[in-house]
């Protein structure tokens, strides 16, 4: 058991503790990207608000997905029209209350078929830009074969006729989530990790709580609300979620699985979206890597921690060969994730294929007044949450206390040039060189000083290893901010690491554990427990699978 003299255990205890003192206004179960705005958006409107997560912020799909915040350009050939109209309007809203987080990135749309191929896929492009991306990233260009070629050269030439390029957002998902999270807590919400929602409380048919566990100590105690939010993602109504649904089916997990390869295997200035068989993969650029898929199967699993399958990895490197001459093979692939899409489902209708279905959210308000998020996409997480907020106050409750969120910034938010002399000025004042001050800005916007000041105090302004951007303040960091308490938490979502380094952060993971182990008490025994815990785990959700 950890020494509860931590400074940081402590305050996270006065955090649980007051989940059983207080009667909320509202209690959100899940912290995924959506239970994150929906809490943000709750406390910003003057409610009080708490949040519980089982596992850690964004454990689940909120820390697996592509990483962009897009209209959807592959939704236009199913007439969703309106999905990508509202997804292009959230995507401006993500660039200006959180420019630190989402930026527009250049993407590369190769086009190979007939005569036809070049104005049909143009005309879908124009329409995109019509809908809303032109706002952002300006209107869609046309390059030549040659031109084409000169960007990317392994690109096939067989059936080549150009390329669209344009322009969509990225984002880091888990870093996101988790600054939802710092922002409501500064307008004074409550969130708490490790503790799980067991079961619904309810009173004269209405429920009025939830009954729940702490996962570090064990205490049962019960939560009491006047609204409850169901955003578990794709444990909604499961038979083993807190909330289960009976026969109903609300969700239908759909597998989307990415790999991870080095940079210079893939020579090319711009991401790419490639266009497959019913969908796109997509090529998205991390600073060192290429982030590359998706897949899209459904999945009825256990939803806990899924592991890539050898299937999947090799279908993408098939998808990206068949389109590029660079013969990836599964020695390039660095690593691997998969994460599971919670599609909403027609309750009592047939599921049909994860493919074509609705990336449309939908909200449910049950009989005894459990309020149910699900579906939608990370894009969308915003609008999202401020309509289920609106469903848990009920339509006059909602008109006189609005959703605030469109034009509240997210923790860390400046203008991008504040942002780049930022980045700038802690390089002349820490010796630090540009590079790291850069990703140190784009991973926490303006309170990159504040981490910088605390490393500059602890004597931990060193890299966490010479050819890794982060910096050993970092961990300490996150553990006292950001409620990092396993090396999991640190080397899967308060950075990449586990998914960058081949090794999964093997190199790093002790230094990790060293620093968490000074602000959570741990003994020697529980650091070497923690590198263990966490290696065993991250081999197995982050490696290409071996051969069955």
């Given at each position: ?7 940081v255990?402590d ?28 809490l943000?958006?709750?406390v910003?409107?003057g409610?009080r ?42 995507r ?8 630190h ?15 036809w ?8 492009l ?11 990233g300006?209107f ?9 070629l ?24 888990a ?48 939560v ?35 790999i991870?390869?080095?940079r ?18 997509f090529?998205?650029p ?13 999945d ?19 998808n ?11 020695r ?11 599609l ?73 040039p ?43 302004l ?24 396993s ?11 586990a ?28 650091k070497a ?20």
């Open positions: 058991m950890t020494n509860p003299s931590s400074a255990l305050a996270r205890q006065q955090d649980f503790d007051a989940l059983a003192g207080e009667r909320w206004d509202v209690l959100v179960v899940g912290g995924g990207i959506t239970g994150c705005g929906v943000l958006d709750a910003s409107r409610l608000a708490a949040l519980i997560e089982g596992d850690d912020i964004a454990a689940g799909t909120s820390s697996r997905s592509s990483g962009l915040i897009h209209g959807g350009l592959r939704y236009l050939e199913q007439f969703q029209i309106g999905l990508v109209r509202e997804a292009l309007r959230e401006a809203t993500l660039l200006r209350i959180a420019p987080l989402v930026r527009l990135e250049p993407f590369l749309f190769p086009v190979y078929g007939g005569p191929a070049r104005p049909f896929f143009g005309a879908g124009t329409l995109y830009d019509l809908l809303g991306a032109s706002a952002d300006g869609h260009k046309h390059l030549s074969v040659g031109d084409t000169a960007t990317v050269p392994g690109l096939r030439r067989k059936g080549l006729r150009g390329a669209f390029l344009y322009h969509d957002g990225q984002e880091d998902d870093r996101y989530a988790i600054s939802v999270v710092r922002t409501a807590r500064a307008q004074g919400a409550v969130a708490v990790t490790r503790v799980r929602a067991l079961r619904g409380i309810e009173e004269g048919g209405r429920i009025v709580g939830c009954a729940v566990r702490d996962g570090l100590t064990g205490s049962e105690i019960d009491h609300a006047a609204s409850v939010i169901d955003a578990t993602g794709v444990w909604t109504g499961r038979a083993d979620g807190p909330f289960p649904a009976g026969n109903v089916r609300l969700t239908l997990p759909s597998r989307g699985t990415h991870v390869v080095r210079d295997r893939i020579p090319s200035q711009y991401g790419l979206t490639l266009r497959i068989p019913h969908r796109v993969c090529l998205v991390w600073p060192d890597r290429w982030v590359i898929g998706t897949t899209d199967h459904e009825n699993d256990a939803p806990d921690r899924p592991a890539p399958t050898l299937a999947e990895v090799d279908e993408i490197l098939a990206v060969n068949g389109t590029l001459d660079v013969s990836l093979t599964r390039d692939v660095v690593g691997a994730f998969a994460g599971l899409r919670p909403a489902t027609d309750p009592g209708g047939a599921a049909g294929s994860t493919v074509k279905a609705s990336r449309e959210h939908r909200i449910r308000t049950e009989p005894n007044g459990l309020v149910r998020i699900s579906g939608g996409k990370f894009t969308t997480y915003r609008l999202m949450a401020a309509q289920t907020v609106d469903a848990a106050l009920g339509r006059v409750a909602a008109r006189t206390r609005p959703s605030r969120t469109a034009e509240l910034p997210i923790s860390g938010a400046a203008s991008l504040e942002l780049h002399t930022l980045a700038a000025t802690i390089a002349a004042e820490s010796g630090l060189d540009s590079y790291r001050t850069e990703r140190l800005v784009a991973r926490f916007g303006t309170q990159a000083s504040d981490v910088v000041g605390l490393g500059r105090e602890l004597g931990l060193r890299p966490l290893a010479p050819d890794i951007a982060q910096l050993e303040a970092e961990v300490t960091w996150s553990v006292r901010n950001e409620s990092a308490l090396v999991d938490d640190f080397l899967s979502r308060r950075t990449r690491l998914h960058e380094l081949a090794d999964r952060g093997a190199v790093v993971a002790p230094r990790v554990a060293e620093l968490m182990g000074a602000e959570l008490a741990w003994s020697a025994a529980e427990g923690a590198v263990s815990t966490y290696l065993a785990s991250a081999h197995r959700e982050y490696d290409v699978p071996p051969e069955a």
